[in-house]
């Protein structure tokens, strides 16, 4: 199975901040790589595939890169609305398998 | 719009079995897969099985191999997961997604989840 890494696992940040959060695929993944976002008591929300591709409706602050085995997820000015936990996960074949998570909270 | 509805929260002591329901509307339910996610409490994502609503072929997570049988109904839009010989670790949310990768793989709609929960 291919495994997904995630650093850091907690991210402290204040509004405004650019935040990056990476993810590690332990093998070559192309870019069969999306991002999904999740507040508590909440179901995760679809944000990037593809690895950069935002979903319809995702605010332009967000963004993906990468391909092969390194993938990162950038916010390039932190919303009250963005403070969530965010999970990489990669499609590229049976079984998926998601990153343990990054929480960004508020410094 | 896209809804995908979950049954409700079940109890049920170690052994038993249990079957959840997820009602897909807004879209036309053949053309995508569903595919099943829990999270445990405080923990992370797990992918459980996928099923092609279009001819029902499925694909498993290694670990519920043969524990885990999903189905659909095209008439209803319903899609099911039943689980079979539970333990305390199975008590989590289960989530129904629409699974729109080109072979599968890619969840774009979430069911608002069902708790279960697995205790004697």
């Given amino acids: 199975d291919i495994q997904m890494t995630q650093s850091p696992s907690t991210l402290s940040a204040s509004v405004g901040d650019r935040v990056t959060i990476t993810c590690r695929a332990s093998q070559n993944i192309n870019t069969w790589l999306a991002w999904y976002q999740q507040k508590p008591g909440k179901a995760p929300k679809f944000l990037i595939y593809k690895a950069s591709i935002l979903e319809s409706g995702v605010p332009s602050r967000f963004s993906g890169s990468g391909s092969g085995t390194e993938f990162t997820l950038t916010i390039s000015s932190l919303q009250p609305d963005d403070f969530a936990t965010y999970y990489c996960q990669q499609y590229d074949g049976f079984p998926y398998t998601f990153g343990q998570g990054t929480k960004v909270d508020i410094k | ?120």
């Fill in chain 2, 1 to 120: 719009q896209v809804q995908l509805l979950q049954s409700g929260p079940e109890m049920r002591e170690p052994g038993a079995s249990l079957k959840v329901s997820c009602k897909a509307s807004g879209y036309t339910f053949p053309t995508f897969g569903i595919s099943w996610v829990r999270q445990a409490p405080g923990q992370g994502l797990e992918w459980l099985g996928w099923i092609s609503t279009y001819d029902g072929d499925t694909k498993y997570a290694h670990n519920f191999q043969g524990r885990m049988t999903l189905s659909t109904e095209t008439s209803t839009s319903t899609a099911y997961m039943e689980l079979r010989s539970l333990r305390s670790g199975d008590t989590a949310i289960y989530y129904c997604v629409r699974d729109i990768g080109a072979v599968a793989g890619l969840f774009d709609e979430w069911g608002q989840g069902t708790l279960v929960t697995v205790s004697s």
